[in-house]
């Protein structure tokens, strides 16, 4: 896959095509759910709302601007339409200079939404941790630090959450995702190749501490 992948490096709508498909294998994108976008040269690249994400073809994909207007859409007879993740993809985007943002419905983040009580998820003292960045530096964060990501609370229509994730992103400099009780999260970094693999870290992070939590370990090691 990674071959794939870095085989379409500046082809934006190839990349969305093939990332999909791997989110499909990692169960985040299935029945049609989540989302995906890169920012490439000025544009924004999104994959459209309620389609087989593991199947969309390079023509599928719409292209906005930094104002989130519609350059090129597909083709009237393909009947789609644009992501509902859109507003808050532009969130994202316009907040931190994104350069890719992802939205997957993973059963890990759902799960570590309904464990924890508060607004926050926390995790310190693992290994996995360094794999996040801390906000849209390049630094990473360090083994023995608390990760902290926001929990914002889901909403009937995807769209209403806009207020609520741009709310998060101001709040929390330092996080690059946003979870959404019940629903799953946002994540994005400066590349597709950063996302991807805060999106994959940020997942491991996610289950190990529901893991945890049935183990009756605490998720933030006691100093």
Same mark, same amino acid.
């Given at each position: 896959m990674m071959s794939q992948l870095s085989a379409n490096e500046k082809n934006p709508r190839k990349l969305i095509s093939l990332l999909c498909n $791997?989110?499909?294998?990692?169960g985040w994108v299935s029945g049609?759910?989540?989302?995906?976008?890169?920012?490439?040269?000025?544009?924004?690249?999104?994959?459209?709302s309620g389609v087989q994400k593991e199947m969309i073809s390079e023509d599928e994909i719409f292209v906005l601007n930094d104002e989130g207007y519609c350059l090129e859409c597909p083709l009237p007879s393909k009947n789609l339409k644009l992501s509902e993740c859109t507003p808050l993809f532009m969130k994202a985007?316009? %907040?931190?200079?994104?350069?890719?943002?992802? $939205?997957? $419905?993973?059963?890990?983040a759902v799960l570590a939404t309904?464990?924890?009580?508060?607004?926050? @998820?926390?995790?310190? $003292?693992? +290994?996995? %941790?360094?794999?996040i960045k801390k906000g849209s530096s390049d630094i990473s964060h360090r083994f023995d630090e608390t990760l902290i990501v926001p929990i914002i609370e889901n909403t009937c229509f995807e769209a209403d959450l806009a207020a609520s994730?741009?709310?998060a992103i101001e709040k929390y400099p330092n996080s690059n995702a946003?979870?959404?009780?019940?629903?799953? @999260?946002?994540?994005w970094g400066k590349t597709w190749k950063t996302a991807k693999t805060m999106a994959e870290c940020y997942d491991y992070? @996610?289950?190990?501490?529901?893991?945890?939590?049935?183990?009756? %370990?605490?998720?933030?090691? +006691?100093s």
């Open positions: $791997h989110f499909y294998d990692h049609t759910g989540g989302g995906m976008s890169i920012k490439m040269d000025g544009k924004i690249y999104i994959a459209p985007y316009q %907040i931190r200079n994104a350069g890719s943002v992802i $939205h997957a $419905h993973s059963i890990n309904l464990v924890v009580q508060g607004n926050e @998820f926390k995790i310190s $003292h693992q +290994e996995m %941790i360094k794999g994730m741009a709310e946003v979870l959404v009780r019940r629903h799953g @999260f946002y994540v992070l @996610f289950k190990l501490s529901v893991e945890m939590h049935k183990l009756r %370990i605490q998720a933030v090691k +006691e």
